[in-house]
Each structure stands twice: as structure tokens, then as C-alpha cells.
């Protein structure tokens, strides 16, 4: 991923000048782009190929930036900075609440979004992937990717952060209260039962699916993996 080349950006904007002049100015910088002009466009794209990072308009037809990115998180963790205007305040909270990793106010210098663009290329080229593996199935923690004998499983953002946490703590019974405060903390508070409905979803997408049996109940305990 060193040589820019390989570096694929997609560009979400609708605005045709703002989309050209990015591509261009990328493009001549030795990226390659995509562009997408409007939100459902986007987000397929982001979805369908592997980019190395997405410059995403917030406002947009069909679906929002900050719509597109909240979908866009649900599978996976590609760096998005967000172009919000001038006095939109909000869009910018939410978008990093989001998960976005960066934000630039419109109208902006072009050398300050391609300083932030190599800045979060670096930032993200420098986690290493953690592969949790148990058996023939495999979780990427940075990728976000989950697998089984290299089938993709597709998993929410919520199910993939569960099965996370029954990986790292395998064979070690884990507590309905437990599970909630760690993988749900301060978002929820409601009842645990939403525990056993994760559980029901996972074992749905690996167990029944591959006809294995990696998660167990232990009566009156709690949830295990093993
Ligand atoms: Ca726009």
C-alpha cells in the first residue's frame, strides 16, 4: 500500500465541479478515484470495494453523508473524512460520533485536505490486523472482516463487537450483565435479554449456518465460546 497506485479513494459529492476538481487534484497526486454523486451511490461503492479512504459530502441526494456513514460502519471501518458546510455544526459532531475520521469545512484548501488524507492513510496503514481464529473461523479486528473456511459471514457492528469479546475470552464463561456493560455499555439500559438475542443472531450466522457448534449456553451462567 506504499505505492499510491494502489491507493484507491472514493469521492461522494454531488456537486460535478467540487467531484472534478477533487478527482483531478487526487489523481495528479497519484491516487485513484471514484467518484459517487449521490448518498446510495456512495455507500454501495464503499461497500461493494475495498478503499483505502472516502471523502464523503454531507449533503447529499438520496441519502446523507452522515446516513451513508452510519450505514457504512454497521460492516465496515474505512477511513472517511466528511466535508460539511461552514455552519453545520451538528453534521460535524455526528459525523465523528459516527465514526468518521476527520472533517474539513467547506469552501477548503486542497494542500490541507491532501495533508489530512496522507495523515489518515498513515494512521490507518499503521494499525496491524488482529486475527482472532477459533478453528476455521476467523476475525479481523482492524478490517472489521469475519470468516468461516474464507466464506464472509456478514455481521452488524453490534454482532461483530459480541463475537469479538466471546473470542478474546474464550472458554471462560461470560455473564449476561457482564457481556451487556462490555459490548453495549453506556448505550444501553435496558434489560439483558437483548444479550440472548445477539447470541440467537450469531449462532444463526455461524453456528446453524456452517452446522458447528462454537457458542455455548451454560444454564444459569451465561454464554461461552469454545
Ligand atoms: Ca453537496
Redesign the pocket.
Known sequence: MNNKKETHILIV???AS?ARFLSLELEFEGYKCIVATNGREGLEEALSKDYALIIL?????DLN?IEVLRRLRQQKQTPVII?T?RDTVMDKVSGLDLGASDYMTKPFAIEELLARIRANLKKYLKQESEVLSLGELEVDTISHKATYLGETIELTKKEFDLLVYLLKNRNTVLSREKILDVVWGFEFYGNTNVVDVYIRYLRSKIDDKFKISLIETVRGAGYTIR
Open positions: 459529492e454531488d456537486e467540487i459530502d454531507v449533503m447529499l441526494p453523508g466535508l458546510a
